[in-house]
Structure formats: structure tokens, C-alpha cells
């Protein structure tokens, strides 16, 4: 809390810094200028005059998406250049510019802040280009060597500014302000380019006679009446061009049934507005609609920024408002800063006489400084006509809710539908009959979407949906409530038959199509639940289907009926996760510690021992010794399995510094999960821990499961370097019983494999068995990997092993997992502490 609070403060401070900045460096040109021993007071005047009235003469064009400003206070800067001294024009523009942006100030809440900063920027500017004139010399007004210099002068100058605004853009709006900034300056240049030339020819001309500046004030302003005018009708014309692009948008969009989603899209867009939002008021037996685009979102969300008071006021009023700084009564612009807004247009939506809506878009692209005008309101007016005379009353409204109660990539109800066609089915009972629920979970759409990309993500999907509605029983209803979830329900003779059409309606939805020349396959685990049998109500039956989904996934065919049980299950589940929360608080998770020994020395001749694996227990005060297998899951999915691979990491090196041997600290294995090696901040932490309790990197050994190893190489690649160039060894776990391909062996730092505990457990029997781990230790010999054989029971086992060269072993033949205190006693038998032991890392 208190880093944001600092970081909020720095992020507020720091425009203030840089606006310091800029006035400082005004202050230090006064001084290294330092006042001429004349004083121009009259020349002095007249350039204030001049600079005050041509920063109220700025001409702006639009071009190609960039507004192009043509500041008339170039002009008098040429001939400042000229004619005063280097103090003298930093000091007028100080005046002039203070003068207009203080005016400003006081006529429209800017803030002190941006006219500060404006007032700096100008001085700045023209200091900087007096700076290089004078560094550079000028000659004579018909010298073309002056043009180019006073030229120059003024476009470097444009670069400096355009540097210290764009990092107050990026300060104020972040670094995409920034990069427009920089993206539109070769089209801005335009601006100081002309402005220099003009001031150029009024230079020459008033050299040539003082009473030129006459005509020549008289054409200026007849140009930039002429600019204006041009600007008003170019503006005009393209709010024409957008009323005829949008008309033919809705009309397209009527018959493809996307109305709403093109029009607030579109909306927002030539409005140049963060959101845009269509509030329909609940009628009679139809529910409330509201549907918003916003910048943030993809889709059109429930989430309206706009006050309700303010949108309820222009139904009950039928009248559009403009709220903003200068727009709106007291308590409008003081409802929309309480939501956190600038600036909003509101409009009625008619239908006739009738008004059932309102349309409104809110706080325009750019800042404090950028507002709605009563033009935007004409044109969101006439907007809301078009959508109006498009469709008439009821249409729209279907339209609406359709679009609120249909998923826009499948076609198919939402959740809210969903639940409502469940709550009928419920209350319709037939003799014979149940009503089903079938609850389909997809297998793989993240993966897809990692790999192939969201839209082969989405292919996914619809394709999913064709099967489904293709295969399902007649007169079912299909919903997709979820980004991988989707509900089928129908009625059956009984709850055995729903079982077998979940199996067959899995069967049928399963298998591979294909995405850009990818085969993708589809596979789903199925959820059933049925009613009267096992729910009374909507919301209850799909929360059971969704429990019998998750336990789906690990059953054989994918399928699960509800029952009883696994309402225990979740509660017992949600119970754990709270309870390791505390436990993992009060330090209540013990570890354990498993040796390694090597195979080619007996236990009683001292020296075998080689390392130790460390396993973290729970002893639950209600439900007794929780298997890790069961409360591992729980932390990966509540967001603890961070802070309980560090308890154990810690844990197992401070044992191993504590039963430090004659080589050193007790090498020590613990167990990761792929999502902490994708955490970027899981080395250093580790880097900390070895540090703090004076471990080598050697002797830590991280071992992660060979499905895990390949699934997650792209992700765990980095970590794994880091870790490596730490000296931490990496072991894959569980080896042969997952991928079949050994590529990685060879793309990863992996120092060491353990055979996996079925094959070293079946050697007796087994001849299969026997060939793989004589296979592994081929194999391992030829990447030059340390080996360990997991699962060792039977001293018949480790002769078999000692046969085939494996140098080392784990396993309840030598000791099962120990407690610390009973672990070291078990240290003390072999002679460890004694200084007898020779270690070896493997």
C-alpha cells in the first residue's frame, strides 16, 4: 500500500517537475542573456502586442487524421529575431504568453498547471531559437543565408517542443499520447515552416518601407478569416461524409442483425469518445437493457459510466444535454465528476412521440482540455434519428434483447437466457420424464489460444457449437454460459438414460477438425445433473452440474453424474483452501525429508548417502494428514502456491546449511510446479534463500515432471536459464511415463532424470519394465546425466539396479519421508555428522 501511495505521489509530482523545469530554464536564459544596456521599451511593446494578438490567430487544419496547427506567433518571432536582442525576445514572449494563458486560466478550468507549462514551452522556444541566431550570426534581411538561419532556428524549435510536450503527454496520458505526438510531427512542421516563410516576406517588405506592416496586417487577416471559413466548411463536410457513412452502416447492420454493436462502435469512434452506452428502461415484463462500447472492451459490456439520474432525466424530459466544464447545471456536471467523468452527451431515443431510451457517449479522447461542443450534440441527435427511422420501436427493442441474451460469436443464449429457459423446464413437471442438464466443459481452448491465436480460439468454438446443436436431442435447449462452457438441457425417461446420452453426445462433439491447415482437436468433460432427482431450482442444478463437470475431468470417459458426494467434496475443497491460507500464515505445514544414497555402497558403510528430496506435509486439526496431492491443487488454484514453494524452499535449505557435511551443505532436491517457474521474480527469490542461509547453487535441485518439462518449455525456458547460471540443477521427475520425444534433454539444462517409480517397481516382474530403465541409463550415460531410480522397495530391486550400473537410489527400502528431528537422527546412523560421508551430487 504504501509503494502505490508513493507511486501515486510520483506520478502526480512529476508533471509539476518537468513545468518547473521548463521555467527554470526561462529564468537561467534571462540570466545568461543578461538585460542590453538599452532598453527598447517601444520595440519591446509592440512585440508583446504583436506575439498576444497572433496566439489569438492560430489557424488548425485537419489532414489525414492529424491536426495541423499554423501558429501565427512564428511571424512576429522572424522579425523579433531580427530586430531585439536575445533578452529582450525571451522576455516578451514571457509577457505575451503569460498574458494568453493566464486569460485562458481565468476563462476556462484548465488547471494552473498546462498554462504554466504553455507559458514555459513558448518562452523556451523562442529563447532557444534567439540562442542559435546568435550563435550562428545573421546579415542582411535580403541575405538568403538569414532566411536559412532564422529558418532553422525556428524548426529546431519545433523539435524541442514537440520532445517536452510529448513527455508531458506521456506524464499526463500515458506512452501512446506520446508516440501520436511524435507520429504527426513531420505533418505539424507544416505549420512553423509557413509561419517563418510569411514572417520572412513581411521582414523583407518592412525593410524595404516601415509602412508595409499595413497591407500587410490587412492580408494577414483577411487570410486567416479565409483559413477559418475554409476549416468551418471542411468540418462541415465531414460530419456530412460521417451522417452518410453511418447511414448506410445502420441499414447494414438491420439486416445482419447487428444494429447496436455497429452503431455504438462506430459511435464512439467519430465522436472520438471512450465510451458509448444505450439505456432502454425496463417495460412491463422485459427486463432492463443496457449495453456500452468502450474503449477497454472488445464486446459490448453491462458496464455504464454514465450516471443513471442523468440518463432518467432526458427519457422523463425528452431534451438531449451537453454536460461539461461550461455546459449542464451545477448538479448535472457535479453528478458526472462523482462517477468519475469530464465531459457527456445525452439524447432521448424515439420511437414517434415516444421516448423509450437514451443514447449517450461520454468523456472525449484527450484530456482535460478537450471537450463536447453543442455541434457533437446536433450530431449525436441526429444520429439517434437514423437509428430511429431505421427500425421502428419494437424491432430495436427485440434487437436489444437479443443482443443481451445471445452470445455474439456462437449464436447461442447467454447465461442469463440460459437460467431463465432452466427455471420453465423446472416448472413444467412430466410423469415419466426428467428434465437434464448436461454441463459440457472444452478441453484445450486456452492451449489453442496460446498456440494458434484467439481467432483460431474462436473457430473452436463455434465449431463446438455446430456439433453440439447438430447431435443434441430434439426440442433441447443450448446455452453457452462461459468462454469454455456450455449447457444443454432436455428432457429424458430417466436419469440413466441422460448418462448414456452424455456419453454418446461426448463421442459425438470430440475430434479433430481443421484451423489454417492445423489439426485441432476438440474434447470436452460432461457434467450431469437431473431434477426432480438431485436439484430444485435453476441456480442450484447448474451449480451441482458445474461440480459434477470438474470431477468429470478426472474420471475415464469424461463423464460424471451428480450425487451427493460431491457436494461434500466442494465444501470439503473449499474448506482446505481457507484452511491452508491460515496454515500457511501460522507456519502449521511441516516438510519432510527423504534420503538419496547411492547404490554401489551398503547404508552401514558409511558414505551412501548423497542427498535428500524435500516433502511438504499438513496435518488438518479436523481432517487429519492431507495428501499433497489433494491441497497442492487447491494452492495452484487459489493463488498460494508461491508462498507454499517458498515455505518448503526455505525450509529445505536451512536443513541443508544446518546437516552441512565435510563437502558441505546436505544437497537437496524440492519439487516445482510449472506456474511458479513462470513466475519472472521465482530466481531471485531463490537467489535470496541460498544466500541467506549460505548454500551453494549446486546443491539445490529443483525437480519438475517430465509432462510438465515439455508442455511448459517455451514459458519455462528463461527461469530454467537463470536458474542454471546460478549453478541450481534442474531433475526431471517422473521420467518415461510422458513424452516420447527426448529433443529437450538437449534444449534444457537438465543435469539429472529419475526413472519413474512404475518401471523401477515392475523390474522384478517385468521384463518390459527392465528394458526401459536399462534404456533411461543408456541413454542418460550418453547426455552424460546423473541418475535416480524413485520407488525402490526391495533389496532384490537395488541388486538389479547395482547390475545395470544405476549409481543411485531412493525409496522405503532406505527410509520413507522423516520428520527434521528423526531425519537427522537417521543422518547420525550413517555416520554423517561424524564427517565419515563423502558426497557426490547427482
Not at 508531458?168 to 507544416?190: D, E, H, I, Q, Y
Not at 482535460?368 to 457533437?376: A, G, K, Q, R, Y
Not at 450425487?563 to 491452508?580: F, K, M, P, T, V
Amino acid at each position: 500500500m504504501a509503494n502505490e501511495q508513493f507511486s501515486s505521489i510520483l506520478l502526480k509530482a512529476a508533471p509539476w517537475a518537468l513545468t518547473i523545469l521548463v521555467l527554470g530554464a526561462d529564468a537561467g536564459m534571462l540570466v545568461a542573456f543578461g538585460p542590453p544596456e538599452n532598453a527598447p521599451l517601444l520595440q519591446a511593446g509592440a512585440f508583446t502586442v504583436a506575439f498576444l494578438a497572433a496566439q489569438n490567430l492560430l489557424v488548425q487544419q485537419d489532414l489525414r487524421g492529424h491536426r495541423i496547427s499554423f501558429n501565427l506567433a512564428d511571424i512576429p518571432l522572424v522579425l523579433a529575431l531580427f530586430y531585439l536582442p536575445p533578452f529582450w525576445i525571451v522576455a516578451v514572449r514571457i509577457v505575451s504568453s503569460g498574458l494568453f494563458y493566464g486569460g485562458r486560466y481565468l476563462r476556462s478550468p484548465v488547471g494552473p498547471l498546462k498554462s504554466l507549462f504553455n507559458m514555459g514551452i513558448s518562452a523556451l522556444g523562442a529563447g532557444t531559437s534567439a540562442a542559435i541566431v546568435q550563435a550562428v550570426g545573421i546579415g542582411s534581411a535580403n541575405n538568403p543565408m538569414t532566411w536559412l538561419v532564422i529558418v532553422g532556428a525556428i524548426v529546431i524549435t519545433g523539435f524541442i517542443t514537440t520532445a517536452l510536450i510529448s513527455s508531458l503527454m506521456f506524464l499526463l496520458n500515458g506512452w501512446r499520447s506520446m508516440l501520436k505526438a511524435w507520429s504527426g510531427f513531420a505533418l505539424t512542421l507544416a505549420g512553423p515552416l509557413m509561419a517563418s516563410c510569411v514572417g520572412l516576406v513581411f521582414l523583407i517588405l518592412i525593410e524595404a518601407t516601415p509602412w508595409a506592416w499595413i497591407p500587410l496586417g490587412a492580408l494577414l487577416l483577411v487570410i486567416v478569416a479565409l483559413s477559418r471559413s475554409y476549416m468551418k466548411l471542411r468540418r462541415q463536410r465531414h460530419i456530412l461524409n460521417e451522417l452518410n457513412n453511418f447511414t448506410s452502416l445502420v441499414a447494414g447492420s438491420v439486416r445482419s442483425n447487428r444494429l447496436i454493436d455497429a452503431t455504438l462502435g462506430r459511435l464512439r469512434e467519430f465522436l472520438s469518445a471512450e465510451s458509448a452506452t444505450v439505456w432502454v428502461p425496463a417495460d412491463g415484463r422485459y427486463p432492463e437493457i443496457r449495453l456500452t462500447s468502450s474503449v477497454d472492451d472488445v464486446g459490448l459490456t453491462d458496464l455504464d459510466p454514465v450516471p443513471d439520474e442523468l440518463q432518467q432525466a432526458v427519457i422523463d424530459t425528452s431534451e438531449p444535454t451537453l454536460i461539461g466544464p461550461r455546459h449542464g447545471t451545477p448538479e448535472q456536471r457535479e453528478a458526472l465528476a462523482a462517477a468519475g467523468l469530464r465531459n457527456a452527451l445525452l439524447v432521448p431515443l424515439r420511437s414517434g412521440d415516444e421516448v423509450y431510451g437514451c443514447l449517450s457517449v461520454s468523456d472525449r479522447f484527450g484530456g482535460e482540455m478537450s471537450h463536447f461542443l453543442p455541434v457533437d450534440l446536433q450530431l449525436l441527435e441526429t444520429v439517434a434519428a437514423h437509428v430511429s427511422i431505421a427500425v421502428d420501436n419494437s424491432r430495436l427493442i427485440d434487437q436489444l434483447r437479443y443482443d443481451a441474451y445471445h452470445d455474439p460469436l456462437t449464436g447461442l443464449p447467454s447465461r442469463r437466457r440460459s437460467l431463465e429457459a432452466l427455471q420453465e423446464a423446472l416448472s413444467i413437471t412430466v410423469a415419466g420424464e426428467v428434465v437434464a442438464v448436461f454441463m459440457f466443459d472444452m478441453d484445450s481452448l486456452h492451449e489453442i489460444n496460446d498456440a494458434l491465436g484467439h481467432e483460431a480460439g474462436d473457430t473452436a468454438l463455434r465449431e463446438f457449437a455446430r456439433r453440439l446443436k447438430a447431435h443434441s436431442p430434439a426440442a433441447s435447449f443450448i446455452g453457452r454460459i462461459d468462454s469454455d462452457e456450455f449447457i444443454l438441457q432436455t428432457r429424458l425417461a430417466s436419469t440413466d438414460a441422460a448418462v448414456e446420452t452424455a456419453r454418446r453426445l461426448r463421442e459425438e462433439v470430440q475430434g479433430p477438425f481443421e484451423v489454417g491447415g492445423v489439426a485441432v482437436s476438440l474434447s470436452a468433460a460432461v457434467g450431469v445433473v437431473t431434477h426432480p432427482d438431485f436439484a430444485a431450482d435453476a441456480d442450484e442444478l447448474l451449480k451441482r452440474a458445474d461440480g459434477a463437470t470438474r470431477q468429470a475431468k478426472d474420471t475415464a470417459d469424461g463423464v460424471q453424474l451428480y450425487h451427493a458426494g460431491l457436494e461434500s467434496e466442494s465444501l470439503r475443497r473449499i474448506g482446505l483452501a481457507a484452511d491452508l491460507r491460515k496454515a500457511l500464515d501460522r507456519g502449521r505445514l511441516e516438510v519432510h525429508f527423504q534420503p538419496k544414497v547411492r547404490l554401489d555402497r551398503d547404508l552401514d558403510a558409511g558414505g551412501a548417502v548423497v542427498g535428500a528430496e524435500a516433502l511438504v506435509r499438513w496435518s488438518h486439526p479436523t481432517y487429519g494428514a492431507v495428501a499433497p496431492e489433494e491441497f497442492i491443487p487447491i494452492a495452484a488454484s487459489t493463488g498460494q502456491l508461491g508462498r507454499l514453494t517458498d515455505t518448503v524452499l526455505d525450509e529445505a535449505l536451512r536443513r541443508a546449511a544446518e546437516w552441512a557435511g565435510e563437502d558441505g551443505p546436505l544437497p537437496m532436491s524440492v519439487n516445482l510446479s510449472p506456474r511458479t517457474l513462470s513466475d519472472y521474480e521465482f530466481p531471485d527469490r531463490v537467489a535470496a534463500l541460498l544466500e541467506r542461509h549460505g548454500v551453494p547453487g549446486d546443491r539445490l535441485t529443483f525437480e519438475i515432471t517430465e509432462d510438465d518439462v515439455v508442455s511448459g518449455e517455451p514459458r519455462l525456458t528463461p527461469a530454467l536459464e537463470r536458474l542454471h547460471e546460478m549453478g541450481v540443477r534442474l531433475s526431471v521427475d517422473d521420467f518415461g511415463a510422458g513424452y516420447s520425444s527426448l529433443a529437450y534433454l538437449r534444449r534444457l539444462p537438465v543435469q539429472e532424470i529419475k526413472i519413474d517409480l512404475r518401471f523401477v517397481q515392475g523390474m522384478a516382474t517385468d521384463d518390459d519394465d527392465r528394458a526401459i530403465v536399462e534404456a533411461v541409463l543408456g541413454l542418460a550415460r550418453h547426455f552424460d546425466i546423473d541418475v535416480v531410480a524413485e520407488g525402490i522397495e526391495t533389496h532384490q530391486t537395488v541388486e538389479q539396479l547395482r547390475g545395470l550400473h544405476c549409481e543411485a537410489g531412493q525409496g522405503y527400502y532406505f527410509s520413507r519421508p522423516l520428520p527434521p528431528d528423526r531425519f537427522a537422527a537417521w543422518l547420525d546412523g550413517q555416520g554423517w555428522n561424524r564427517g565419515q560421508a563423502r558426497l557426490r551430487v547427482v
